[in-house]
């Protein structure tokens, strides 16, 4: 996953967080998420009260680290108590801006499209799709998942309809920037992208790219070097 800011630069480092800047880094706000769901996977299990160390196990991540991204979000634990699981889920939902409802317009309504239409964890952790668009004209018009696939020439009506602030992308690599483009001047703030393309967004705009082939390459990577010497 490659996060960008709004000037196009990725990062993914924990710098300091500049005057305007969230106190919280990238890198922390990532490892903050993974938190989320043990902490979630925790509290389905009934544990009530863990420590850093329990957290940290979980994910393979020292309970230093884990310390120093918690206190982030405030005095929390306790010592020889530790941290109570719902508190702490709240404050990191607080924390991600995740503690309400975002609406996003998904673009591109291929394969790959139906699939995250089905996803069910966009909307258990407060992301709602609601529109759809297209530039097929034998798509648009019809309903997929309970929404109407609209032409992309509608773009700008539908986002001020929805009141979508994200969107995501599959549409192919060759059509992404002209995309992006038109999803910055329609007011969308947040662009969450599936295209292997390199992307440039405007000032306001925070762009997410996701390239699975990226992340098998690294994967293969791990196994080769990890592999048993023959």
Known sequence: MILTTPNGMDSDTDQPAGPNEPRLSRASAG???????????????????????????????SDAQVRKDLA????????????????????????????RE???????VGNLARALLRYRGFQQQGFRLVALCDNDAAKVGTTIEGLRVESLDDLTAVVRKTGAELAILTVPAEAAQAVVDRLAATGIRGLLNFAPAALKVPHGVNLVTVDLTVQLEQLAFLVQWSAPER
């Open 72 to 99: 982030c979000l405030g005095h929390l634990g306790q010592p020889g108590i530790g941290y109570s699981t719902n508190e702490l889920i709240d404050a990191i939902r607080r924390a991600l801006g995740i503690d």
């Open 102 to 108: 975002w609406k996003a317009v998904l673009v591109g």
């Open 31 to 61: 490892r903050l998420s993974l938190y989320l769901r043990s902490l979630e996977s925790f509290r389905r299990e009934g544990l009530g009260k863990l420590s850093s160390g329990q957290l940290g196990e979980s994910l393979g991540v």
